[in-house]
């Protein structure tokens, strides 16, 4: 789905960006339906992978700035 850009900072999709959509959006499902009020205060366990999954949707080492927008 993605290659490398013309340098190494860039990613370049090569299609499937729905699929990969969906994929993903099942990963945060699947995490977040793991966090429970035993385990929510546990940083290091559930929450923390679930906020790995929403922060580093592409599993890289790149931390990734997402600007979040607000539906008017």
Known sequence: MFSNGYD??????????EQWK?????RIQTKAA?????N????????FQLE???QNPLDTDAQFDIPFCHNS
């Open 8 to 17: 190494e900072t860039t990613l370049v999709c090569q299609g499937g960006f």
């Open 22 to 26: 969906r994929e993903w959006v099942e």
């Open 34 to 38: 793991k966090v429970n009020t035993e």
């Open 40 to 47: 929510v205060m546990n940083f290091c366990g559930e929450v």
């Open 52 to 54: 790995t999954e929403l």
